[in-house]
């Protein structure tokens, strides 16, 4: 087997091993992949559990689809991470996981689009939310197509969560930085909301981005009168490009939620 080839079996290995062990996923959920070269790409076969693979289980198709190598058959998301690949040349990497925050946040049709912390500025810009499709399908990966040139994480409504990146390894980084962001935004909202950065602040950080070879363009949203007092929230505001949720329902449930907490119930 070419060196190459194995070093990124074992690299996909290795995420897989890193998403099951930090409860990314459950059973055999979930599905990595990484371009091998212009015309392949290597990724998880279904019905396995990505903590136990071998470098030997994975698959390599064409960008059709077809089979090139491997016993077992590929995800039942294969055509989602080729769609991607077509369209973000840039990226080598793709992985789809169900990191229980960041779901919690999909489930709860609430996108993670605001400038709250400054690595998530800087690496993802802000994490939207494509609308539900049902998993196995076209219907998964048309509503992220919306997103996909500008973001590199998305939440996938009452499903999961998708990143992708320069390679598998970078890909799975932005997971993680995604599944941190939403335990954090799911502590700071039970304590009062989130607050958001002020527009000054995040020309800073967008300032940082062109020396870590970011191109995607930061989508988040600031605060613009970069007064804290006047910046808690925690949703995107109607219209936004990941709308799809009315901005004051949205309050009222966090509300109720956060009472809820706060009587222990
Ligand atoms: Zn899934």
Request: with cysteine.
């Amino acid at each position: 087997m070419n060196r190459t080839v194995y070093a990124l079996r074992r690299e996909i290995v290795e995420v897989g091993r890193r998403v099951y062990n930090r409860g990314y996923v459950a059973a055999n959920d979930g599905n990595i992949s990484a371009r091998l070269d212009r015309g392949r790409v290597l990724i998880t076969p279904s019905g396995v559990s990505k903590g136990f693979m071998k470098p030997e289980d994975l698959i390599v198709v064409d960008l059709t689809g077809k089979v090139i190598e491997g016993r077992k058959k590929p995800s039942s998301e294969l055509l989602m991470h080729l769609r991607i690949y077509q369209e973000r040349p840039d990226v080598n990497g793709v992985v789809h996981a169900h990191p229980p925050y960041a779901t919690g946040f999909a489930v709860a049709g609430i996108p993670l689009t605001q400038c709250v912390l400054p690595e998530v500025i800087v690496s993802l810009g802000g994490i939207p939310l494509a609308e539900y499709g049902t998993p196995g399908t076209e219907e998964l990966f048309k509503p992220v197509l919306k997103y996909i040139k500008d973001y590199d994480a998305f939440l996938l409504a009452n499903h999961g969560a998708l990143s992708i990146g320069p390679s598998v390894m970078a890909a799975y980084f932005k997971m993680e930085t995604l599944e941190h962001f939403a335990q954090i935004a799911t502590v700071a909202i039970q304590l009062g909301g989130l607050k958001t950065l002020g527009e000054a602040e995040v020309k800073e950080l967008i300032g940082l981005r062109r020396n870590f070879g970011i191109k995607t363009q930061v989508s988040c949203e600031t605060c613009a009168r970069n007064d804290t007092q006047e910046c808690v929230a925690a949703t995107v505001p109607a219209g936004g490009p990941a709308a799809g949720i009315d901005r004051q329902a949205l309050v009222e449930a966090v509300t109720a939620a956060v009472v809820r907490q706060l009587n222990g119930a």
